[in-house]
């Protein structure tokens, strides 16, 4: 349910003169200025759609907000606030109409309701940062438009079950945004999560007990 560019993309530019008909090249009579073919520039690798990827998530590393939503025939049915810091991460979950808040400080996992008590819980109860699924895609490449990112996550790397999902990654200055849409029981399911630097790098406290 979770969901900087600073690599520089590699364009080649070829020449070639001739006076012949060897291939790749345009015979015309002989001047005082040769005939040059410019060969078409390749599209962009996914090795380096992986560069540029990487390069987007490394500032945000360290510390990092976040805020995320699921949508369901267009209702939005939960929503996530939080930030992390190094390992840890703080956020709030609303879903049907609950609010539940978590602290993660590994190795210990906590969560409680708005102004309750904080009760240590399983750390697979408590959400981690949306990076530490985003960044490792299974396929990456770019889209159509050379710029937008398209990459494939096992479903159920998402919270999902079935096929591979399809998500899109925007760079947009240091701020990346991943989204997904997918079919479930003929219903329309949309995720949108939003990476950007931290407002703070303070770190991310345990409870006090």
Do not use: H, N
């Not at 001047?31 to 560069?51: K, L, R």
């Not at 109860?125 to 949306?130: I, K, N, R, T």
């Not at 490792?136 to 479903?155: H, I, Q, R």
């Amino acid at each position: 349910m979770l969901l900087m560019l600073s690599a520089i993309l590699a364009w080649t530019v070829a020449g070639c003169s001739g006076g012949g008909t060897t291939p790749g090249t345009t015979y015309r009579p002989p001047t005082s200025t040769p005939a040059v073919v410019v060969e078409a520039t390749p599209s962009p690798s996914p090795a380096t759609a992986s560069v540029v990827l990487a390069g987007a998530l490394a500032p945000l590393d360290a510390a990092s907000d976040f805020d995320s939503s699921v949508s369901i025939d267009g209702v939005v049915s939960a929503s996530i606030a939080g930030r992390s810091v190094g390992s840890s991460t703080q956020m709030t979950v609303t879903s049907a109409g609950r609010t539940v808040e978590y602290l993660r400080v590994p190795p210990t996992a906590w969560a409680r309701e708005p102004g309750g008590t904080w009760l240590v819980v399983a750390g697979a109860e408590a959400p981690a940062s949306p990076l530490s699924v985003l960044a490792t895609p299974a396929t990456l490449a770019f889209a159509e438009d050379g710029v937008t990112l398209v990459a494939t996550y096992p479903a159920a790397a998402l919270g999902l079950a079935g096929e591979p999902v399809q998500v899109t990654i925007t760079i947009d200055g240091t701020t990346v945004v991943f989204r997904y849409e997918t079919k479930i029981s003929e219903r329309t399911v949309v995720s949108t999560t939003t990476v950007r630097p931290a407002a703070s790098s303070e770190p991310i406290a345990t409870p006090a007990p």
